[in-house]
């Protein structure tokens, strides 16, 4: 019994110290019997109006990326960057609805962007000609759709390659280097803000509303 109890509170630690990182509530959990499709629209209409509160992850977390998306189009105009959109994307990609996981994409982001330019740089000049810059790009997008899901870091350096290739096939891809790593930086930075100040996902601030309605279901229940 002692043995099962420690490998029970074993399984809960872990699953606690990623909770933080986690997108999801969902993760490594069996959902194969869960009907998660409203049947009529008396339904839809209550499942929607459970999300309509502060206190729904999901509302919070449209509330912040909306904020931090009109932050960026701002700041694109009043910077009067060329290729500002790229602030929006790394926002869309970094912000995500728990503050350890935006924290982790950041990184993890930042990493790969630094990475695929990097790489970018020594691929156009060891390969100037079309045909194998062609080649580059098209490794370079495979990279991205084979990583994209589980290996942030690699996927974000094949599409940061994959980009600056074609952009040199049309031009100088170069240049873009350093627009590429600012528009990153201040992408994450507008993200890492959202996460931090608009409506923040709190995990630790959590738990005494979470024990209390513990207490109140276990009540109910005995």
Do not use: K
């Not at 729904?56 to 904020?67: D, E, K, N, P, Q």
């Not at 810059?133 to 759709?145: H, K, N, S, T």
Request: charged share 15%; proline share 4%.
């Amino acid at each position: 019994a002692l043995r099962l109890l420690r490998r029970n509170l074993g399984a809960i630690d872990r699953q606690l110290a990623a909770a933080n990182l986690s997108d999801s509530t969902l993760d490594g959990m069996d959902t194969r019997l869960r009907d998660s499709s409203p049947r009529t629209l008396a339904e839809m209409g209550r499942r929607l109006r459970q999300q309509l509160t502060p206190t729904s992850v999901l509302f919070r977390h449209g509330v912040r990326i909306a904020i931090a998306l009109a932050a960026g189009y701002g700041l694109m105009h009043l910077l009067n960057l060329p290729n500002g959109y790229w602030i929006l994307l790394t926002t869309v990609f970094v912000c995500r609805p728990h503050f350890g996981a935006t924290r982790l994409r950041l990184v993890q982001r930042i990493a790969g962007t630094l990475l695929g330019l990097l790489a970018a740089w020594a691929l156009l000049r060891l390969f100037p000609a079309t045909p194998q810059q062609l080649l580059v790009a098209l490794g370079a997008a495979l990279l991205f759709f084979v990583f994209r899901n589980d290996r942030y870091v690699a996927a974000t350096a094949g599409i940061t390659v994959m980009a600056l290739t074609c952009f040199n096939l049309l031009g100088n891809g170069f240049v873009l280097i350093v627009p590429r790593l600012l528009d990153t930086v201040i992408g994450c930075a507008i993200a890492a803000a959202a996460s931090f100040a608009i409506l923040p996902d709190w995990q630790g601030r959590r738990l005494p509303v979470v024990m209390a309605t513990l207490l109140e279901r276990a009540a109910h229940y005995l």
